[in-house]
């Protein structure tokens, strides 16, 4: 098989954990570029530069590896929201936070984003419960400083936190789309304005 210009040279040993990081590294820019079916565990173990069967050592199919992948950019969202809400204390500026999050997870390096929220496989049970569980996670956390800030029910927060971080997804997604046409700043202050409007015409119970 004729190697891919971005194929990296054999040889090298690494520990177990840098060697995973690097298996996750090369195929992250395979499934980028070429979604779930099109992409081969030999395009990814080439990408890697290490043999086919030191990649199935580490990941026994491309689904587990796919998984694995999604896993960590799940982590990595839910954590991006959790660190914004607890920035600070002032609700504003919690909001442009939570936002900031969005922003910076659809721009950051490798395009992850696609992954957990363009997955070709959405269909499937264990991908689409890890989509499912990024977005819920998000959305439990921003409806709970809902509630305890508000007079709230449970319900009613919930709802409000599916639809912040909804909003937040969805124009994270079509502003990266648009290539910088509006600056990244200015993008998320806009729809961070939008959702204050909102948000702050409920009455603080505190």
Same mark, same amino acid.
């Given at each position: 098989?004729? #190697?891919? =210009?971005?194929?990296?040279?054999?040889?090298?040993?690494?520990?177990?954990?840098?060697?995973?990081?690097?298996?996750?590294?090369?195929?992250?820019?395979?499934?980028?570029?070429?979604?779930?079916? #099109?992409? #081969?565990?030999?395009?990814? @173990?080439?990408?890697?530069?290490?043999?086919? =069967?030191?990649?199935?050592?580490?990941?026994?199919?491309?689904?587990?590896?796919?998984? &694995?992948?999604?896993?960590?950019?799940?982590?990595?969202?839910?954590?991006?929201?959790?660190?914004?809400?607890?920035?600070?204390?002032?609700?504003?500026?919690?909001?442009? &936070?939570?936002?900031?999050?969005?922003?910076?997870?659809?721009?950051?390096?490798?395009?992850?984003?696609?992954?957990?929220?363009?997955?070709?496989?959405?269909?499937? @049970? =264990?991908?689409?419960?890890?989509?499912?569980?990024?977005?819920?996670?998000? &959305?439990?956390?921003?409806?709970?400083?809902?509630?305890?800030?508000?007079?709230?029910?449970?319900?009613?927060?919930?709802?409000?936190?599916?639809?912040?971080?909804?909003?937040?997804?969805?124009? #994270?997604?079509?502003?990266?789309?648009?290539?910088?046409?509006?600056?990244?700043?200015? @993008?998320?202050?806009?729809? @961070?304005?939008? &959702?204050?409007?909102?948000?702050?015409?409920?009455?603080?119970?505190?």
């Amino acid at each position: 098989m004729t #190697a891919t =210009p971005d194929a990296k040279p054999r040889g090298t040993r690494l520990p177990r954990l840098a060697r995973r990081r690097q298996l996750l590294s090369a195929a992250q820019e395979v499934f980028v570029e070429n979604g779930y079916h #099109a992409a #081969a565990m030999d395009e990814i @173990a080439d990408r890697a530069g290490v043999s086919k =069967p030191v990649l199935y050592q580490h990941f026994p199919g491309k689904l587990e590896l796919y998984l &694995a992948l999604l896993d960590l950019h799940v982590d990595d969202m839910v954590s991006r929201v959790r660190d914004a809400l607890a920035s600070t204390h002032e609700n504003k500026l919690r909001v442009q &936070a939570t936002f900031r999050a969005f922003f910076d997870f659809v721009s950051s390096q490798g395009e992850a984003f696609r992954l957990v929220f363009e997955s070709d496989l959405r269909n499937v @049970a =264990p991908v689409r419960q890890r989509v499912e569980r990024s977005l819920r996670e998000c &959305a439990e956390m921003v409806s709970q400083v809902i509630q305890e800030d508000t007079g709230c029910s449970s319900e009613e927060a919930h709802l409000l936190g599916v639809g912040l971080v909804g909003m937040a997804e969805v124009s #994270a997604r079509y502003w990266i789309t648009q290539h910088g046409s509006i600056p990244k700043d200015a @993008a998320e202050q806009l729809m @961070a304005r939008l &959702a204050w409007r909102g948000i702050s015409g409920f009455p603080r119970t505190a």
